[in-house]
């Protein structure tokens, strides 16, 4: 399993996993982030789906910044 902290989550202590709190930051730009988005087909999703990904590439459902509304790693902010 990936920590939550992989993906730009952050996960207050003392809460149960329906009351977590999330803070998305682009990985690119530092920009906060808007959702998730797929790097490779655009999809776009409010929770982050670890099982969205690609044959052959290591793209895939990551944050979306709220900024320039890219897949983190292909932000445009910078």
Same mark, same amino acid.
């Given at each position: 399993m990936v920590p939550p902290t992989a993906f730009g989550l952050e996960i207050q202590k003392g809460r149960s996993a329906m009351a977590q709190t !999330?803070?998305?930051t682009c990985a690119k730009c530092g =920009?906060?982030?808007?959702?998730?988005?797929?790097a490779i087909c655009g999809s776009v999703a409010s !929770?982050?789906?670890a099982g969205h990904l690609?044959? =052959?590439?290591?793209?895939y459902c990551t944050?979306?910044?709220a900024a320039c509304d890219q897949a983190d790693m292909l932000c445009t902010c910078v």
């Open positions: !999330e803070t998305l =920009g906060p982030g808007d959702g998730w988005k797929c !929770e982050h789906d690609h044959v =052959g590439s290591d793209r944050v979306r910044c």
